[in-house]
């Protein structure tokens, strides 16, 4: 099983004078996240989900908290510097191929960093408007959690891949959803230890 992360950083849209991300649509009935809030995705350019959109993210390594992961896979991968402990744990991810757990992803999300995205040879940052999220360039479950996510809940939820390995080309079967689950307990490293956090459902 591997345990892994994922990190949406989220700014308030640049208005540039071109009309495009940022401007303001008086008429629009968006909430307060969405048409002003751009989210930092990434094209991938090696490993799982290679040419795809995804946030930054990875697998941990030997003794690190999934927060301090997605920090670190976060400065890697574009360059932005983010302090582990200002992370919000937003979703806990099964991934299940052929009925066996494949990857555990911790989804983090902020507003907190510093520095502007460079790309790297594993990732080719991109400030996206969260309503212009490309789902149809990304894994097909993040259309099912991802908007939730950007617009500020949390969630927890089981995938069901078959037909692999890998992952990436098994196919998408089956999924169950919880949102607002609380993840306080996971303030301190990202690690349950309340035991509260329940699975999605069967
Ligand atoms: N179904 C899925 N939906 C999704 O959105 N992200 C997924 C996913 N399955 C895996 N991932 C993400 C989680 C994690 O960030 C990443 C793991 O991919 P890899 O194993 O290729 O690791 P990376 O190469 O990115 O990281 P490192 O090797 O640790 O640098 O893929």
Known sequence: MIEATLCFVLRESETDGTGEAGETDETSETSETDSDTDVLLIEKRRGLGEGWYNGPGGKLEPGETPRECAARETRE???????????????ELTFLLDEEVHTVCHVF??????GEPRPSDEARPE?????????DQMWEDDRLWLPGVLAGDTVAGEFHFAGGPPLDEAAFVDHEL???VSFESRDGDG???SGETEAAGE
């Open 178 to 180: 919880e949102w607002g």
């Open 127 to 135: 400030w996206t408007p969260v309503d212009d999220v490309p789902y």
């Open 191 to 193: 690690t349950d230890t």
């Open 109 to 114: 999300r902020t507003t907190e960093f510093a």
């Open 77 to 91: 991968e574009v360059g932005l510097e983010i302090a582990p402990d200002v992370l919000e744990y937003a979703g």
